[in-house]
């Protein structure tokens, strides 16, 4: 039964292997520090954090996250460790709160390895305070218990570390979040909890604003039940509910479709749309992400266990090799060809771990691949052919493939939410990649373009007529061929803007329009914006930046890129990060703000659960295919249609 904790109370843990399980609802920091005996934390040396996200016994996330898994093995702690404290905190220097205050009251739960409960938490009462120490693990008297602690910090997280004692706290806070927003800026960002009906927006004639002037394709996703923060005793006189904030209160969606009984001794086998939601759509986008967390995390339990093999190899052969009798006769060799022979059959059964779960991951795959609509599905998917402008904004778009080395081969779709919550840099500059260090520069920048255009296309296919739009500002002319495609189906708003005149009339064209939406919603006045305003989402591909821009273009690039997304104006940067150093840290922020994808294979891309180094795949149009120019002809026509 699951022991549901209060502040200050504790529960006995009934084993040593343990997931630790935080639910923010919005991006936190988690990490961990080890104490001794007296409390005192030793060193640098024993905190885990996003910027050393690993200790003997303990694995934290490397970025900030809504949710975290910690990974905790208390017998494979160093000895005189006898407390492990989990610590919570707000990010600083990628936007979002400062105090958890203004969020929904964080909740910890101690899993065992199958998900099982063993206590839970809900850290309520918090107000100013940007950092919290939420439990404690200790030792007493031989056995492990948890401590609901609950201490929050309105100092942040240089308070909170020095408080455990650590000197030169602010030094290490700062260079916590330092981690935190160089993982951010390669981040895949999660996919949000989803209500029935969140994020969806009907065709229609009349704009995209309703009349009391919000806009829904702009709010930010919402949870799966209304996040209420409970109030305090002292500012109620009452007892404080400690009821889980997050726990769903309204129906739950039908149960997805199961699989008929797999034989004894054989796996079942997988079926599309096999995993939660209202719709066919949002069953088979959980269904993709619930394998890209499958495929992270079974990977990461395989190196882990190599790792393990390896160490435990090293220290076996330093034990053997320290004792001077070892070295003589064949002892010493006996001793490394036992060490090797345990490195090689642990190694060995993690293999087969690792195999077991790619094969159900790959059987998963090749059944999804095929069923997935348009907006999820590549290039080369038949489904394209019977394509027909949609009527309705979908809930998420590809952009394109993630794999990691142990397995190249299998394939987990980027979906990303829609509408953007944040802009797309395309690097057109050479990376370390193997494929960009082949790539001859002039190539490398076309296929940049190529790329924008194929996402351009997409976004233009899964949106309704008339409610995307794409502006396209080229300086220099230089990518004529690559927008051909565009510019041929009439698809684009308007010619692509060259020359200082052209740049400067496209850029103060949407930045008036995002100063419009702006004030109409803050004013609750959305009929009064000009009727000639389009008020459809809009993207704007801004071709080999930073050439043919001065001073006050960057500002409106970088005030769009802040902007826009909450008004329905995106940007899509097709640009080489090291042409814009002299800039210097000016651009910084436009940088962080978007999503980085390359042209060609790159494992640049972290994922939200372990930060492994994914290698990125940009969607391929096949070779001969007309698929691309079918596609836009379609959408051109229905914009003509639905004008006249």
Request: aromatic letters at 4%.
């Amino acid at each position: 039964m699951t022991a549901e904790l209060v502040r200050g109370q504790n529960h006995t843990l009934p084993q040593t292997r343990l997931e630790i399980r935080v639910a923010a609802g919005t991006p936190v920091v988690a990490g961990a520090t080890l104490a001794d005996e007296h409390g005192t934390v030793r060193g640098t040396e024993w905190i885990a954090h996003p910027g050393s996200p690993q200790l003997p016994g303990i694995e934290v996330s490397r970025q900030a996250a809504a949710d975290h898994r910690l990974a905790v093995d208390l017998d494979a702690l160093p000895a005189p460790v006898h407390r492990v404290t989990v610590l919570l905190a707000l990010p600083t220097g990628i936007g979002g709160p400062v105090r958890f205050g203004a969020v929904a009251s964080p909740f910890v739960a101690v899993t065992g390895l199958d998900g099982t409960e063993i206590a839970t938490f809900t850290l309520t009462g918090l107000d100013t305070e940007s950092a919290v120490a939420a439990l404690e693990l200790y030792r007493r008297q031989g056995a492990w218990k948890v401590r609901a602690v609950g201490q929050g910090y309105a100092g942040g997280l240089d308070a909170m570390l020095a408080d455990q004692g650590l000197p030169r706290a602010a030094e290490l806070a700062r260079s916590i979040q330092d981690a935190v927003t160089r993982a951010t800026a390669r981040s895949v960002t999660p996919p949000p909890p989803r209500t029935p009906d969140a994020d969806r927006v009907g065709s229609g004639a009349g704009p995209v604003l309703p009349p009391d002037g919000r806009r829904p394709a702009a709010q930010p996703p919402e949870p799966l039940a209304e996040p209420v923060t409970p109030p305090s005793a002292a500012t109620t006189g009452g007892p404080i509910n400690y009821a889980h904030p997050r726990r769903q209160a309204s129906a739950p969606p039908p149960p997805p479709p199961t699989a008929p009984p797999a034989e004894p001794g054989r796996p079942a086998q997988p079926v599309a749309g096999d995993a939660t939601g209202w719709s066919m759509d949002e069953r088979l986008y959980n269904q993709i992400w619930g394998m890209f967390e499958d495929l992270a995390r079974t990977t990461a339990a395989y190196r882990s266990a190599v790792d393990f093999a390896e160490s435990r190899m090293d220290q076996e052969l330093e034990r053997t090799l320290s004792d001077p009798r070892s070295r003589i006769g064949g002892a010493g060799d006996r001793a490394r060809a036992e060490a090797r022979a345990k490195r090689d059959e642990l190694t060995t059964r993690a293999r087969e771990a690792l195999d077991r779960d790619l094969a159900q991951l790959a059987a998963e795959a090749a059944v999804v691949e095929p069923a997935l609509p348009a907006p999820f599905a590549g290039w080369d998917n038949p489904v394209w052919h019977a394509y027909r402008v949609p009527m309705e904004i979908p809930m998420a778009l590809r952009i394109g493939d993630l794999h990691l080395p142990e397995n190249p081969g299998l394939r987990i779709p980027l979906l990303v939410r829609l509408p953007l919550e944040r802009g797309i840099w395309v690097d057109s500059g050479r990376t370390s990649s193997e494929d960009a260090a082949l790539t001859d520069g002039a190539r490398l920048r076309g296929l940049a373009m190529e790329t924008a255009v194929a996402h351009a296309a997409r976004l233009l296919a899964v949106y309704p007529a008339d409610e995307f739009s794409v502006h396209v500002i080229d300086p220099a002319g230089s990518a004529a061929g690559a927008l051909a495609p565009l510019v041929r189906s009439g698809a684009l708003a308007g010619p692509p803007a060259s020359g200082a005149g052209g740049v400067a009339s496209v850029l103060a064209r949407l930045t008036r329009r995002v100063d419009l939406v702006q004030m109409a919603i803050r004013a609750g006045a959305a009929d009064s914006l000009p009727p000639d305003l389009d008020t459809g989402e809009q993207l704007l591909i801004v071709n080999d930046f930073p050439h043919g821009f001065d001073d006050r273009s960057v500002t409106q690039l970088r005030y769009l890129a802040d902007e826009g997304p909450s008004v329905g104006v995106h940007l899509m940067m097709v640009a080489d990060r090291e042409d814009a150093r002299a800039y210097g840290p000016v651009l910084d922020p436009l940088w962080r703000s978007l999503l980085r994808i390359t042209p060609v294979a790159d494992d640049h891309l972290a994922d939200p659960w372990v930060g492994h180094a994914w290698t990125y795949e940009p969607p391929r149009i096949p070779q001969g295919s007309r698929v691309l120019e079918q596609v836009l002809a379609q959408v051109a026509a229905a914009r003509r249609s639905r004008r006249s």
